[in-house]
Every structure is written in structure tokens, then in C-alpha cells.
């Protein structure tokens, strides 16, 4: 394949890249999905889920916090690279209580999309069934770590666009759990709000405001209708518009 200056090679596609763009970022731009949870054009990205995880030559690499680089020749939509994709789903299922038909975000979670997106049949690891702390302090909004993907997004968020800095990961490996910066620990006593993109980001059912889990009743709703796929390429194109 003959490759031009300031552009990678996806699968044998021709991608044009700018400086300082992520592979994830010129693979968005033209509408090429890298299969990603942690990601979210505009903010930072922390490379902590790796599903965005493509090969070159030799190397695997997450396509999210690797730079663009001229020439390079990436592998994504591969059989190998999504079975590693959907062993990665599946061990973040089993991890968190993800039991999809009592969650009020079903239909809307992004890790039950990419299992449907993935092909995910079954649990395939034992779960955890780890007791995890819910937080029902807040007047308008629920924290559930039980469902947490240790995505990192909400403290992005927070600290990022918000400026509020309310959310933190602390401990290390299954001691790994999201803290909340407020004097008690609890998110009552924060400075969270409902309008914060840290409230609204949560790629699962962990934070959720409170009143609104069935405003869209079930078979409506976003991933009842389309793909993670589509959702993610629609999501970079209305955040491009927006800067
Ligand atoms: Fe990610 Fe949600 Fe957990 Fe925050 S609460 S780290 S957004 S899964
Ligand atoms: Fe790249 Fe999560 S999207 S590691």
C-alpha cells in the first residue's frame, strides 16, 4: 500500500492525520471505529481500558493514547484483535454486577452494547460478586460501584470540563474503587450537579441521576437501536461541531 505524508494505514485504508493526533482521534475524524469505553473526544485520554488495543507490525498499542505517525500500517478490525476485545468485555462483566435487565441503564450502557457488538455470548470467567458501596446521599444523583468500570471518565470529567475535581481512583489491582472528594466521603456533600458532564458521562449504570431511569422505556433506547459503533462515530462528529 503507498502511504502519503501525514497519513496512517487502517486495515489498508488510507487515514489523513494532523499533528499530535491520536490514532484514535484521526481514526474518528474519518469515521473509522477502533472499538473504545475509556475514550471520549475532548477530554484527555488515560489508555486504561484497552479495547482500543491495535497492532503495528510487532507491537500492540492503544490506539487512544498512541500519536499519528506517518506510514504507519495499523490492524484493528481483526478477528484476533476483537476475540482479545471481547475477552477484555467479559472479564469487565464479570468484575462489577452488570445484571443488564435490573439496571436502569440497559439499553443505554455502553459496556452491554460493546458485548452485542463484540458477539458476547456468555460470561466465559467466574463472576466476582463483589460488594462494592452504593452512594444514595445525593438528592438527584446515585453512585453505584458495583458497576464501575474504573473508566476514569467521570474524574476526567470533573477535574477537566467541570473544574470541580470530585472524583478519584484510589487503591490499586481489586482494591481499585472511585472515591469522592467531599468532607464525609459521600456525594450529598460534594460539589456534584446534575448538569456536570462528570454526572452524566458514566459509560454503565455507576452514576446515574436519580428520576430519569425510565423517562425512555425500554426497546427505545439508544443501543436498542444502534450500535456502539454508530453511537461512538455520532458522538466525535457532534463533539467536532461543537469546538
Ligand atoms: Fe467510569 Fe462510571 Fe466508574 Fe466513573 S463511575 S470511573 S465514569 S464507570
Ligand atoms: Fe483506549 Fe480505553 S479507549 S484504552
Redesign the pocket.
Known sequence: MQISPNTIGIDGQEIPFTTGQTIMDAALAAKVYIPHL?HYPGLTPSGNCRLCMVEIGNRSVAACITPAVAGQEIRNNTPELNEMRKAITQMLFVEGNHICPSCEKTGNCKLQAMGYYLGMLDDRFPQFYQRREVDASHAGIL?D?G?????????R?SRDVDGKNV?A?AGRGTDAH?IVNSPTGKLADSALKTTDL?AT????G??LIKEQGYLVPIGQRMHDQHTIRETSLLENIVKSNDD
Open positions: 475509556c453512585l460501584r458497576r464501575c468500570i474504573l473508566c476514569d471518565l467521570c474524574v470529567a472524583f481512583i472511585l462528570a458521562i458514566c459509560p454503565v455507576a452514576i
